[in-house]
């Protein structure tokens, strides 16, 4: 075979491999950063996108707004205990990551009476919701911010403490968008999940909704984020602090 019928033969067969899957040439100049993978088969109540070995859990959309503001809740999460051991300071910057319908960002913003709550989602809709309980509750420190999927808008080196309840476990990039909230984060400032104990079979929520410690404190530690303790008081679910080292931690490493 010539040397020009061997080129223009390779050159077949790259072009059709890139019809096939047009991702494939970046997918392989990525191979050694790439921190997703993408399953076919896989669990229906996720999208078949893992990370870190967990699989991503399906959203919870907008039309379910009404069971994040269900009466009962309080009685089944008590997730007042969550604001009261969150330790706030009245000028506190506080970060509500997939604030829903703002459920705890209403709990917390009495509590800064010289700061504000930024209830950060990624649905307008659920911001639309946010802007009618401000208007009723008439609560002006709570402020609706749209993220996107990889990035939850924060300003730089802003916020005192970011809390996710029951969110973490959704995000559809959850490396990115933790850099995001990392970045947002003032040195020594705090991150606060709370997630269902995963550990527990007992917990009736579905198996994509409910974290480990181990696995969150694994994916937190990927993106800088130091450990200081898991807070075992909720019926159900875990509420696990992380902080981000400010640069004297560093130094002493």
Known sequence: MSTFLHFIVTLVVILSCWLLNPTLTAQAASSSTTVYEQHIIHNPDGIGKYYMGREIAKVMGYTGAG???RPKRE???QPSKVVNVLNLKPNDLVADIGAGTGYLSFRIA????AGKVL???VQPQMLEIIELFKKEKNITNVEPVLATLTDPNLPPESVDLALMVDAYHELEYPQEMMQGIVKGLKPGGRVVLVEYRGENPFILIKGLHKMTQKQVRKE?????LVWRE???????QHLMVFEKPDSS???TR
């Open 67 to 69: 069971w994040l503001e």
């Open 75 to 77: 009685g089944e999460e």
């Open 110 to 113: 009495p509590l800064l009476t």
């Open 119 to 121: 209830a950060v989602d």
């Open 220 to 224: 937190m530690q990927a993106v800088g």
């Open 230 to 236: 898991t807070k075992n008081l909720l019926p159900l």
């Open 249 to 251: 931690d560093l130094l």
